[in-house]
């Protein structure tokens, strides 16, 4: 069975909702007011359950009108896209991990190898950019823009 | 209105040179197809927190107003618009290219962007200030009502599916509602973490949303565009033919420029939206309609002139009352707010420098582009073929040290990840993004100025009508609703109708 897209929205939807409904309840009250720091959550809350009514109807429409088929062939995705763009998504979760650790240089290094290959660019040219592009970068952010990026691994090298 | 002022303030060797910079920088940014011109503005938000608020103002409009021009460049070119602005006219602009005059069509839309852009920053200098004067006596409630009104314009002029639109904007207000509440300061959704007790940093947020979503689009879409074989005529030749074809369009240029300065000036609706509306409103009323989409250049003019009037148009709700009027300024206001300057009517009275700026940067960015612009088509084709094996990791690398260098944490490369992927998934259901960014920009004001409502009223709905201004809004508001949801009924039942 395809999943349709409007019924898969519908239901992450009602279920984010739901979770800053449940998230809410615990928000502290005060006596003297009848309504606290939750009143605006599930006021949005409530927002987005109706939106995602309305996306299901939506889509029930279509389907029945036979209208959807232009709407599955838009979500198929190819294994290679797919593959691609969890790759750009590991690359920056790794980014995030790897920067306090093995400080700016290597962690760029590592992501810009990465991204030139998913991005079609040989080996070579991964290599290159790995080496020259942190150190420009560095240069700019670190001693033009005096942003404190970490060095990690290199401290002991630190210019 | 000092014109002496606005001309000293950008004639200053480092308001100009910022401006001449990032006329460049947008030129180029705004020509890459993938690039739009708000990805531009996101990537450069880091550079801009190392400037003073002057600067970093005329910074952002600069790089906006070329970049806009520069979508024209690949569309014309590949026809890939470089930005969404472009894509109302793209068809025409290819088909002219192909037959050997890709340049002069791009001096021809050249020259009615610039003429668009000065005729929307005039727009833009004559009336903010009356509007600011009418705005200046505006309590919570009416504060309250303006703010849920540019929300309900973005749903209104967000995309066709009404429930989409509402669901974008109730997105954003969700991702506004994280960090410490206005009633009691007590942090929401923050999982523990102090870093979110501020909120969600806004700027980390935009370069999720606008870079990494476009970066994680361009990874899937796995391949380059090429340019082909592509007859190229003589510069000082094709800048003549563009002059006289533009000279034979002046009343067309008119037209669209000061009707993409209002269209820009609705909160949500960019310079893509006043292009459309400009082609469609220049076919309706040319002589030759059944020409458009087959290579006329009427059609280019039309929307070249709008798209960036809508440029200049879409600040005067954000200088006025504070509320962003497209993806952009959504940014600049983010930015303006982080260096202590909250735009609304007593920036006039306050910063004028900073208004006089923006004024100025404006007329000064338009005027530079017949430069930088003119540069960038001269040596489009050499542009276009920079591999994007090369530019798309940069631009990864880039937007992440970017978000780091405004928190110094790591947490700002979480919110670009989260937003990002947040932003494809919102792209893959189908939803427009506006609304989603003023939901992001404008939550914590609704929240506000509701909560404060509330607390004075005592709970009581009806309190929030009791002045006349307020009246005035908050029934335009309900409007813009009882609006919505007979389009969506429409939708619904009209096309259930018509289906069977």
Same mark, same amino acid.
């Given at each position: 069975m395809i999943l349709r897209r409007d019924f898969v929205v519908g239901a992450v939807l009602i279920a984010l909702a739901v979770a800053m409904i449940w998230g809410a309840q615990g928000f502290p009250r005060i006596r003297a007011m009848p309504y606290g720091p939750d009143l605006f959550p599930k006021i949005i809350a409530g927002g987005l359950i109706l939106s995602a009514l309305g996306i299901i109807l939506e889509g029930l429409r279509n389907m029945r009108s036979g209208q959807d088929q232009d709407e599955i062939a838009q979500g198929k995705v190819t294994p290679l896209a797919a593959m691609a763009f969890l790759g750009i998504v590991a690359l920056v979760a790794g980014f995030a991990l790897l920067l306090p650790v093995l400080g700016f240089h290597v962690a760029a290094a590592l992501v810009l190898l990465g991204a030139v290959r998913i991005f079609g660019g040989n080996w070579v040219l991964a290599g290159v950019m790995a080496i020259t592009a942190p150190v420009v970068l560095h240069y700019i952010f670190y001693s033009l823009m005096r942003v404190v990026l970490p060095w990690g691994v290199l401290a002991p090298y630190a210019w | 209105m000092d014109l002496l002022a606005i001309f000293t303030i950008v004639l200053d060797p480092k308001i100009l040179g910022t401006i001449l910079l990032c006329t460049l920088y947008g030129a180029f940014v705004g020509a890459m197809p993938g690039l739009t011109a708000t990805m531009a503005v996101a990537l450069l938000v880091p550079f801009t927190w190392f400037m003073d608020p002057v600067q970093a103002a005329a910074a952002i409009?600069?790089?906006?107003?070329?970049?806009? &021009?520069?979508?024209?460049?690949?569309?014309?070119?590949?026809?890939?618009?470089?930005? /969404?602005?472009?894509?109302?006219?793209?068809? %025409?602009?290819?088909?002219?290219?192909?037959?050997?005059? /890709?340049?002069?069509?791009?001096?021809?839309?050249?020259?009615?962007?610039?003429?668009?852009?000065?005729?929307?920053?005039?727009?833009?200098?004559?009336?903010?200030?009356?509007?600011?004067?009418?705005?200046?006596?505006?309590?919570?409630?009416?504060?309250?009502?303006?703010?849920?009104?540019? @929300?309900?314009?973005?749903?209104?002029?967000?995309?066709?599916?009404? /429930?989409?639109?509402?669901?974008?904007?109730?997105?954003?207000?969700?991702?506004?509602?994280?960090?410490?509440?206005?009633?009691?300061?007590?942090?929401?959704?923050?999982?523990?973490?102090?870093?979110?007790? %501020?909120?969600?940093? &806004?700027? /980390?947020?935009?370069?999720?949303?606008?870079? @990494?979503?476009?970066?994680?689009?361009?990874?899937?879409?796995?391949?380059?565009?090429?340019?082909?074989?592509?007859?190229v005529e003589p510069l000082f030749s094709a800048i003549r033919d563009a002059w006289r074809e533009f000279r034979k369009r002046w009343k067309n240029v008119i037209r669209s420029a000061s009707g993409g300065t209002v269209i820009g000036a609705l909160p949500g609706a960019g310079a893509d939206v006043a292009a459309w509306?400009?082609?469609?409103?220049?076919?309706?009323?040319?002589?030759?309609?059944?020409?458009?989409?087959?290579?006329?250049?009427?059609?280019?003019?039309?929307?070249?002139?709008?798209?960036?009037?809508a440029v200049a148009?879409?600040?005067?709700?954000?200088?006025?009352?504070?509320?962003?009027?497209?993806?952009?300024?959504?940014?600049?206001?983010?930015?303006?707010?982080?260096?202590?300057?909250?735009?609304?009517?007593?920036?006039?009275?306050?910063?004028?420098?900073?208004?006089?700026?923006?004024?100025?940067? &404006?007329?000064?960015?338009?005027?530079?582009?017949?430069l930088t612009g003119g540069l960038v088509v001269a040596?489009?084709?050499?542009?276009?073929?920079?591999?994007?094996?090369?530019?798309?990791?940069?631009?990864?690398?880039?937007?992440?040290?970017?978000?780091?260098?405004?928190?110094?944490?790591?947490?700002?490369?979480?919110?670009?990840?989260?937003?990002?992927?947040?932003?494809?998934?919102?792209?893959?259901?189908?939803?427009? @993004?506006?609304?989603?960014?003023?939901?992001?920009?404008?939550?914590?004001?609704?929240?506000?100025?509701?909560?404060?409502?509330?607390?004075?009223?005592?709970? %009581?709905?009806?309190?929030?009508?009791?002045?006349?201004?307020?009246?005035?809004?908050?029934? @335009?508001?309900?409007?813009v609703w009882a609006a919505l949801l007979l389009r969506a009924g429409w939708s619904f039942f009209g096309n259930r109708t018509s289906s069977k």
């Open positions: - | 409009v600069a790089t906006t107003t070329t970049a806009i &021009f520069a979508g024209d460049i690949s569309g014309a070119l590949l026809k890939i618009p470089g930005t /969404p602005a472009s894509a109302a006219y793209v068809e %025409d602009s290819f088909r002219l290219s192909q037959t050997g005059k /890709p340049r002069t069509t791009l001096f021809t839309s050249l020259f009615a962007s610039v003429c668009g852009g000065v005729i929307g920053v005039a727009i833009l200098a004559y009336a903010t200030p009356q509007l600011a004067q009418l705005s200046r006596s505006f309590s919570s409630d009416e504060a309250f009502w303006l703010a849920t009104l540019g @929300l309900s314009c973005a749903v209104f002029v967000g995309g066709p599916s009404v /429930p989409r639109n509402f669901a974008s904007l109730f997105i954003g207000l969700a991702v506004a509602t994280i960090g410490i509440d206005v009633a009691v300061g007590h942090p929401r959704y923050t999982f523990g973490l102090m870093e979110l007790y %501020d909120g969600i940093n &806004f700027i /980390p947020a935009m370069i999720g949303i606008f870079a @990494l979503s476009e970066l994680l689009r361009n990874a899937a879409l796995g391949r380059q565009a090429h340019l082909g074989k592509l007859v509306i400009a082609y469609a409103v220049s076919r309706r009323f040319s002589k030759t309609p059944e020409a458009y989409g087959r290579g006329h250049v009427e059609g280019v003019v039309d929307g070249g002139a709008a798209n960036n009037a148009g879409a600040w005067t709700p954000a200088l006025v009352f504070g509320i962003p009027g497209d993806s952009v300024t959504a940014i600049a206001i983010g930015v303006l707010m982080m260096k202590g300057l909250t735009p609304g009517p007593d920036i006039f009275t306050n910063d004028t420098v900073l208004v006089y700026t923006i004024f100025g940067s &404006f007329f000064m960015a338009n005027v530079l582009m017949l040596l489009a084709t050499q542009i276009l073929r920079v591999p994007r094996a090369v530019l798309m990791p940069l631009i990864l690398v880039l937007s992440m040290i970017g978000g780091y260098a405004i928190t110094g944490s790591v947490i700002a490369i979480w919110i670009i990840l989260a937003l990002g992927l947040l932003a494809s998934g919102m792209i893959w259901a189908g939803m427009p @993004l506006a609304p989603a960014i003023l939901g992001i920009v404008l939550g914590r004001i609704v929240e506000d100025n509701f909560m404060v409502s509330m607390m004075k009223s005592r709970g %009581d709905l009806t309190e929030f009508f009791a002045r006349d201004t307020a009246a005035v809004l908050g029934t @335009l508001t309900l409007l």
